[in-house]
């Protein structure tokens, strides 16, 4: 069974750039997630994805940041304008549903550094 | 407010020396705590999920155990391939994971 798909692995900008990730979760899974992981700290959660509508996006700078995930699948994360503390890697994570306990699966990543 | 915290945030182990990895939590309403292992430049990987006090999973060198307050992840005679650092996280009535900073291991052949 293929696992969570994401790109690109790697991305560096200036700040003020913008950017864009994307990620194709593990088949058959309708929640989806991103989380920000910033060097030496455990992932935070960024927004959570049930099929295509928003579960949670409180901790989402919605100032800069943006998601969508169109027909319940693909779903990609933008910065706009990008600063220097964005530079983190950024995950995206699924599961079969919003169940209690349930394992959510990770990709390899986006390595992010903002100059 | 959920709060995950492991320590220590580094540990180094000769091959063959067995250890122990703690994770303390507060949580409201506990609904699971994770254990998962991240290589350098690598997304997390599963390893556990408990849900109870008193629960105790094994995988290989691992076992993962829980209380009410925290649970440990021993490692017995670990090998060089088991460094790594391992990620504690908890999910609450919030439903979100919460994750502590990780233990990074590593183990000298």
């Known amino acids: 069974e293929a696992g969570v798909a994401q790109s690109p692995r790697y991305k560096i900008i200036e700040k003020r750039q913008s950017v864009a990730f994307w990620c194709n979760p593990i088949?058959?899974?309708?929640?989806l997630y991103w989380y920000q992981q910033i060097l030496g700290q455990g992932p935070k959660l960024l927004i959570q994805?049930?099929?295509?509508?928003?579960?949670?996006d409180s901790q989402l700078p919605k100032d800069r940041f943006s998601a969508e995930r169109l027909k319940g699948v693909d779903s990609t994360l933008k910065i706009q304008p990008a600063k220097l503390e964005d530079s983190a890697v950024y995950l995206c994570?699924?599961?079969?549903?919003?169940?209690?306990?349930?394992?959510?699966?990770f990709g390899p990543g986006t390595r992010l550094l903002v100059l | 407010e959920d709060q995950v915290t492991q320590s220590p945030e580094a540990l180094r182990l000769q091959e063959g020396e067995s250890s122990s990895l703690n994770c303390s939590y507060t949580?409201?309403?506990?609904?699971?705590l994770f254990w998962y292992r991240q290589d350098p430049g690598k997304g997390p990987e599963f390893l556990f999920t408990?849900?109870?006090a008193g629960e105790e999973k094994e995988k290989e060198r691992l076992k993962a155990t829980l209380t009410k307050k925290e649970s440990f992840l021993h490692i017995t005679a670990p090998k060089p391939e088991d460094s790594a650092t391992y990620l504690c996280?908890?999910?609450?009535?919030?439903?979100?994971?919460?994750f502590g900073s990780g233990t990074r291991l590593l183990v000298r052949p």
């Open positions: 994570a699924s599961s079969l549903g919003d169940r209690e306990g349930e394992t959510q699966y």
């Open positions: 088949s058959g899974h309708a929640t």
């Open positions: 994805f049930q099929n295509n509508g928003v579960v949670d």
């Open positions: 949580v409201s309403g506990l609904r699971g």
């Open positions: 408990l849900y109870s």
């Open positions: 996280a908890v999910r609450g009535s919030s439903y979100k994971l919460i």
